[in-house]
């Protein structure tokens, strides 16, 4: 007799606390797989298109990016869609990415990192130049010192790298048509950003305007 009543008693304790044989009557989610097949599907001056394939159990994705294998990977891209257009980016730059799938039982671990390279240019089109406005283009013509060099025609413009003085590093503009001036961006020593500010040598500061092409 006391030990139905015993018995009884946890019984009614436990239907009183709403205890189950499992959580609330569900089991628990399982976070989904990690995706595969991450790849670049397509490239532009200053963008990269990824894609993936779909993952088990999946409801989302996040993209994560860093521009060195081993560095930091930021997020940019959470959504549903298995491809994601990356803009914008440096042209002729190097990009690593990682996946990830998502649901309400969590996040999966990352994918192994995959590489992009952003297309480099045929060549600039130049706007705004401090002598007089004048207006030009030059075209990619083989590498100087590791860079890429570019020549205009007929008239002689250059832009090359420097491997030494006070412009060591930076692209520099050879500049016949406005008295071999020598135009050079103070900071960036990779691919010039398409608006900038350029050091004119024995002048003055002064902004122009490359576009890609």
Not at 133 to 147: A, R, T
Not at 191 to 201: E, K, Q, R, S
Request: glycine fraction near 12%; include cysteine; charge should be negative.
């Amino acid at each position: 007799m006391k030990i139905t009543f015993i018995l009884s008693s946890m019984l009614l304790l436990c239907l009183l606390s709403g205890c189950s044989g499992s959580d609330n009557g569900t089991a628990p989610v399982k976070k989904p797989d990690t995706p595969t097949g991450l790849e670049v599907s397509s490239t532009g001056l200053t963008s990269l298109t990824m894609s993936w394939d779909s993952a088990d159990r999946a409801t989302g994705y996040k993209l994560y990016r860093s521009t060195s294998e081993d560095g930091v990977y930021s997020e940019v891209y959470s959504g549903e869609a298995r491809d994601f257009l990356d803009s914008p980016l440096d042209y002729a730059a190097r990009y690593y990415y990682k996946v990830t799938a998502r649901n309400s039982g969590g996040e999966s671990s990352r994918s192994d990192a995959i590489t992009g390279t952003t297309d480099t240019p045929a060549g600039f089109t130049v706007t705004g130049s401090p002598g007089g406005g004048v207006d030009y283009s030059f075209q990619h013509n083989g590498e100087f010192n590791g860079h890429w060099r570019y020549d205009s025609d007929p008239v002689g413009l250059q832009l090359i790298v420097p491997s030494s003085g006070p412009q060591a590093g930076h692209y520099c503009f050879y500049d016949q048509i406005e008295g071999l001036n020598l135009y050079y961006h103070p900071t960036i020593s990779e691919y010039p950003l398409p608006t900038g500010w350029l050091a004119v040598v024995g002048g003055t500061a002064t902004s122009i305007l490359l576009t890609p092409f």
